[in-house]
T-cell receptor, first 112, second 116 residues
Framework: DQQVKQNSPSLSVQEGRISILNCDYTNSMFDYFLWYKKYPAEGPTFLISISSIKDKNEDGRFTVFLNKSAKHLSLHIVPSQPGDSAVYFCAASATSGSRLTFGEGTQLTVNP | GAVVSQHPSRVICKSGTSVKIECRSLDFQATTMFWYRQFPKQSLMLMATSNEGSKATYEQGVEKDKFLINHASLTLSTLTVTSAHPEDSSFYIC????????????FGEGSRLTVL
């Protein structure tokens, strides 16, 4: 039972354009959501998070949007840079600080 | 930010041997650490939750006798893959929550295990 799903295994965008990565979840108990970035042969690094009391959180080029009614969140990266090329995982938890459930990941490729 | 370090980053062993992977929280105390496994092009799969001073909690389908977890101190958790077989070859990653349950899970660099 995949409670967190990233339906797009890959995404390719041009440098300078916007990258939009999507994530859907099924567990209505999830109330904290995070995005991680991962390079090959490295551990994931935290990017940005959002709690269910918000619908938007912004940090520099990264913005996460949460639509609770649709159980959907998205990560926007603008402008995209070649160094952003990596696998992006969304994750969710029932409460902050509890175990995370990860999506399958989306490989983002930003072309120069 | 909080730093989690793993060692070794890469290990190659013969089938039937045991391999130990260490996970350390470098600038904070972690009463709970998590061990994940990632197969190529797949998501991170939680294997077990490592609790300092008590037994680890294993996810369904993960053999506790195969993957021994010891969390003897607030800064160190170890994963031992016992009697390793080629199908155990994978990327193992540990993690811990940063300060005061912020919800941000910090990951180690990962350990690539190859069993010949």
């Amino acid at each position: 039972d995949q409670q967190v799903k990233q339906n797009s295994p890959s995404l390719s965008v041009q440098e300078g354009r916007i990258s939009i990565l999507n994530c859907d979840y099924t567990n209505s108990m999830f109330d904290y959501f995070l995005w991680y970035k991962k390079y090959p042969a490295e551990g994931p690094t935290f990017l940005i998070s959002i709690s269910s009391i918000k619908d938007k959180n912004e940090d520099g080029r990264f913005t996460v949007f949460l639509n609770k009614s649709a159980k959907h969140l998205s990560l926007h990266i603008v402008p995209s840079q070649p160094g952003d090329s990596a696998v992006y995982f969304c994750a969710a938890s029932a409460t902050s600080g509890s175990r995370l459930t990860f999506g399958e990941g989306t490989q983002l490729t930003v072309n120069p | 930010g909080a730093v989690v370090s793993q060692h070794p980053s890469r290990v190659i062993c013969k089938s039937g041997t045991s391999v130990k992977i260490e996970c350390r929280s470098l600038d904070f105390q972690a009463t709970t650490m998590f061990w994940y496994r990632q197969f190529p092009k797949q998501s991170l799969m939680l294997m077990a939750t490592s609790n300092e001073g008590s037994k680890a909690t294993y996810e369904q389908g993960v053999e506790k006798d195969k993957f021994l977890i010891n969390h003897a101190s607030l800064t160190l958790s170890t994963l031992t893959v016992t009697s390793a077989h080629p199908e155990d070859s994978s990327f193992y990653i540990c993690s811990a929550f940063g300060h005061a349950n912020t919800g941000e899970l910090f990951f180690g660099e990962g350990s690539r295990l190859t069993v010949l």
